[in-house]
């Protein structure tokens, strides 16, 4: 059986078929679970529900995300199998431009995993990753998933949780230590991207690149600036936009009677 397909570049999804291809890839090295592929899944269908852009709250997320890496004293960018795959190139580069460390964290979660995933992480280019092996010797109180396995010099001791792609219990655990927490989530309903401090409602993606540029742009701010950014935001207004929006989208999709493939295809181009 051949195992790598070759992607049409002319075929209308083609940008999205070869993300699969690279998940299917990760999973075959042993980076991604297969509960990974699924949880791909949902986000693809919520992906289409915005149109596959980034829409204007998720924007206003993303500058408000830059302002709290550039304020916090000790930010770490957790990292899993699903955001390694997608990500790990823009992960590391955040990193190293914002002095945050770098931290595996894993729900499904083994020795050979971590190991493969810190071997993405550096030939990304991480100096340093934490949270491999014994180096997650602290306990996040209160949490019972392996995610709960965290490094004292990491996520334990951080003032600022950047996270992806995950279940929502850690968020909610971290809230509770007294932690900000940054959480990059398409799906707006998800408890993770209910209970985070800032959520990105965007596909990891789009929205990575996005937030380098924005921390770029912010970097030479005053701490001031920073603060009046982040006093605009409000977390659960933001979600509430990002659900409108989608219902919006919906229902002008019906109302326009754009359901046949062509009338459907300009509007997602408008
Ligand atoms: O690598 P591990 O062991 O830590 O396991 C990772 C998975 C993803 C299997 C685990 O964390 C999991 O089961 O996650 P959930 O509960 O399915 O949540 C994943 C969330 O990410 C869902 O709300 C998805 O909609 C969302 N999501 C999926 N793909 C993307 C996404 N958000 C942003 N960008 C995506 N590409």
């Known amino acids: 059986m051949k195992e790598e397909i070759e992607i049409p570049p002319d075929h209308p999804r083609a940008e999205s078929l070869k993300i699969r291809e690279k998940l299917i890839m ?12 699924i949880a791909h899944g949902r986000g693809e269908a919520f992906d289409y ?7 204007r709250p998720a924007f206003k997320a993303i500058t408000t995300a830059a302002a709290a890496i550039l304020l916090a004293k000790h930010p770490v960018i957790s990292v899993n199998g699903n955001s390694s795959a997608l990500a790990a190139k823009e992960l590391v580069e955040l990193a190293n431009m914002t002095g945050s460390k770098i ?7 083994s020795l050979e995993r971590e190991m493969a995933i810190e071997k993405a992480l550096i030939e990304a280019g991480a100096k340093e990753v934490l949270g491999v092996g014994n180096r997650a010797s602290a306990m996040i ?30 968020t909610e655990a971290l809230r509770k230590m007294g932690k900000n927490v940054i959480a990059i989530d398409i799906n707006p309903l998800s408890r993770t991207a209910r209970y985070a401090s800032i959520t990105i409602v965007d596909n990891i993606v789009r929205a990575l690149p996005l ?29 509430g936009d990002c659900i409108r929006f989608m219902a919006k989208r919906l229902m002008e999709i019906k109302k ?8 459907l295809e300009r509007f997602l181009k408008i």
Do not use: C, H, M
Not at 26 to 37: A, E, F, K, M, T
Not at 144 to 169: F, H, M, N, P, T
Not at 217 to 233: D, H, M, N
Not at 256 to 263: F, G, S
């Open 103 to 109: 931290e595996v964290n894993l729900f499904y979660r």
């Open 26 to 37: 990760n999973y075959r090295i042993g980076i991604v679970v297969p509960q990974g592929l």
């Open 211 to 239: 937030l380098i540029d924005e921390v770029q742009r912010l970097r030479f701010k005053s701490e001031k600036e920073l603060w009046r950014i982040i006093r605009r935001f409000d977390n659960e207004k933001n979600l």
């Open 49 to 55: 529900l915005i149109g596959e852009r980034t829409i």
């Open 141 to 170: 109180p209160e949490l019972s998933s392996e995610r709960r396995k965290v490094d004292v010099r990491g996520i334990y001791s951080a003032d600022l949780v950047l996270l992806s792609l995950e279940d929502g219990d850690r």
């Open 256 to 263: 326009r009677n754009l359901l046949y493939p062509e009338a």
